[in-house]
Structures are given as C-alpha cells and as structure tokens.
C-alpha cells in the first residue's frame, strides 16, 4: 500500500469517513465544567512590545468557558435542521432574516453568568485587586451580553455587598471617592474596553465577560505586552484545572525546536499558584524574566531586540533551569 490509507476499507469496501469535531478543547472544557479561562495579561521585564508603556497593562481576563456562541448550537444551511430551525424562528416566532443562512445559537444563562462573576470577584478580593470589569456587548445583545452584566451585578450585590461598591454607587453616594478596602464592580461595552485598554490600561485590573469577548480581548492585550508567545492560561472549574498554552499547538512547528516556550511554562507557573506553591511559581517567572533581559531568546523575541542571541526552544529552557539559582524570588 506503499505506506498509504486505501481510500476504502479493505475488508468491508466501505469509504472511510473523517470525523469532524469542532475542538479537543472545547470537548475538555464541557466535560470537566471547566467554566472559566482565567488569562493574566501582564508585562515580563525585557520582553519588546508595540506599546511605549506595556508596565501599565496588568490584568486577569475571567472568559466565560461553556457557553455564548461557543456552545455549538448551529444548523448548517441546506439541511433539514436548519430549516426546521428557519421556520420555527420565521413563522412561529416573527422572526425575519435570509433563508440561505447558517442559524447559530447564542445561550448566556444566570448559572453560567453568576459562577463566573463569582470566581472573578473572589479571585479580585484575594488578590487585593482594585476593580471588577463586566465586558458586554450589551447595548446591542440586551438578553443575552446586557443580561450578562445585569447578572454580574446582582451576584455581586447579593453575595458581596459589604466588600464591593458599585460604579453607579461611587458616584451617587461616595462623590467619586473610593471607599478603603472595597472592591469596585463596573462594566464597559466590549469595543471600549478595546480602546481603553490601549488609552488607559492601568484603568483596569480584572475582566470578566462572555466567551466570544473574552477569547478576542485576552489576544489582543496580549499583544501589548509581547504577543501570544508570552500569554498563559487556565480552565478552572469547580475543584478542578486544566493549564494550556493561549496559542494552542501550532502544528505547523512540531519537532523544529524553535518556538518561544513561554507561553506554556507560565501556564505551568499558574498551575503552581492554583496548587499553592507560590515560591515555586516566583522563581519560575524570576528566571523566565532574567533570562530575557539577558536578551538570550528564541527567534520571535530575537529579532525584535538589538543585540540579542537567538537560541533554540530547549536551550532557551535550559537558561531558564540554570538562572533560577541566580534570580531572586519575587516578594
């Protein structure tokens, strides 16, 4: 067979049939109910950026895992399916729109909505972080994104009420004076957060918003502060977690051992700190940034750096191993 599938089954004559899934990783993250994305977005010391000031940008995007567009509710156009869909949504419901479409579905629910925005709030509280951002696109999406946020709010209320303050309360109750020891609860339409996030990035601290939002606002902070190479991420649900790489498994550079790495060890340092084993996690991320300002770098930093030595994944690693008996761990 000179090394090649035949095109049909041998034994039953049969043509083979490819599977089609949408992702392993959605298919992980509804299994386990792994109901956030937790993605810290902040600036390494020494890694070049496309922005005068990425120090300003430190964030923790809490992304909405199961739910939105992502829950797979769609009817591909021509099948039975979607036209069952099309007439339901047309005839039954008034509804008007072209017949030759693809149907999506779009569902946000309080469950969904209000154990996000509880992981969020809490993580802010121990973290002593200023703010909680709901991302919405709520101007538009009212049931759904604008339920978001309306959700958002009322867990918050309900559950913190003695530790967080409003944004509409800060104004009309505290004249714009921020109470101490409070957290700050606020939401902002998703396209501004886009341009705040350039214009005043120190202006926000932790977002938490539907999936859709929140896929597209972790890659594009993330690139002010050096790109997807350097961005982590984890899916945490209820007593479990899963840790990847935000760049996902970049086939096309198997076994070329040339890549930046960052990404999936400080994934790994967030799973230290979800374990408790934050020293462990500092001296990780203090050698990963000693390593950089020693400019000895894999080739997408590089080439951004004047002067910088270009080095394999591995050895880029193995500077790493060998400065975290050198770096000071973090206080």
Same mark, same amino acid.
């Given at each position: 067979m000179n090394g090649k599938r035949p095109e049909k089954c041998v034994k039953c004559g049969s043509e083979w049939v /490819?599977?089609? %899934?949408?992702?392993?990783?959605? +298919?992980?993250?509804?299994?386990? $109910?792994?109901?956030?994305? #937790?993605r810290? @977005?902040?600036?390494?010391?020494?890694?070049?950026?496309? #922005?005068?000031?990425?120090?300003?940008?430190?964030? &923790?995007? %809490?992304? =909405? !895992?199961? =739910? $939105?567009?992502?829950?797979?509710? =769609? %009817? =591909?156009?021509?099948?039975?399916e979607q036209k069952k869909v099309y007439e339901f949504l047309t005839k039954e419901m008034g509804k008007k729109f072209r017949p030759d479409s693809g149907i999506g579905i779009k569902p946000i629910s309080v469950t969904g909505t209000s154990r996000l925005v509880r992981m969020a709030i809490k993580y802010a509280l121990e973290h002593k972080r200023e703010s909680v951002t709901l991302m919405h696109k709520g101007n538009i999406q009212k049931f759904t994104e604008g339920a978001f946020r309306d959700w958002g709010y009322e867990l918050a209320k309900k559950e913190f009420r003695d530790r967080i303050v409003t944004e509409a309360e800060l104004w009309d109750d505290h004249k714009g004076s921020m109470p101490a020891g409070k957290l700050l609860i606020k939401d902002r339409i998703a396209d501004q957060t886009f341009q705040q996030l350039l214009l005043r990035?120190?202006?926000?601290? @932790?977002?938490? /918003?539907?999936?859709? !939002? +929140? *896929?597209?606002?972790? *890659?594009?902070?993330?690139?002010?502060?050096?790109?997807?190479?350097?961005?982590?991420?984890?899916?945490?649900g209820d007593g479990v977690a899963v840790f990847e790489a935000t760049h996902?498994?970049?086939?096309?550079? /198997? +076994?070329? *051992?040339? &890549?930046?790495?960052?990404?999936?060890?400080?994934? +790994? #340092?967030?799973?230290?700190?979800?374990?408790g084993w934050q020293e462990a996690a500092d001296m990780v991320v203090a050698a990963l940034e000693k390593t950089i300002l020693n400019k000895t770098v894999t080739y997408d930093l590089e080439r951004q750096m004047e002067g910088a030595r270009k080095v394999k994944t591995s050895e880029f690693g193995a500077e790493i191993a060998k400065n975290m008996g050198k770096a000071p761990v973090h206080a």
């Open positions: /490819t599977p089609r %899934f949408r992702s392993i990783n959605v +298919g992980i993250r509804q299994k386990l $109910d792994l109901y956030a994305c #937790v810290p @977005v902040r600036w390494l010391k020494g890694v070049p950026s496309v #922005v005068k000031h990425p120090e300003k940008l430190d964030i &923790v995007i %809490f992304r =909405e !895992n199961t =739910e $939105d567009v992502y829950s797979g509710i =769609e %009817f =591909e156009h021509g099948t039975p990035p120190d202006e926000y601290s @932790v977002i938490a /918003t539907p999936n859709l !939002n +929140g *896929d597209y606002i972790s *890659d594009a902070a993330v690139a002010q502060v050096g790109g997807l190479g350097v961005g982590p991420g984890a899916n945490i996902g498994s970049a086939p096309k550079y /198997t +076994g070329k *051992d040339c &890549v930046n790495p960052s990404s999936l060890i400080l994934s +790994g #340092v967030m799973m230290l700190e979800y374990m």
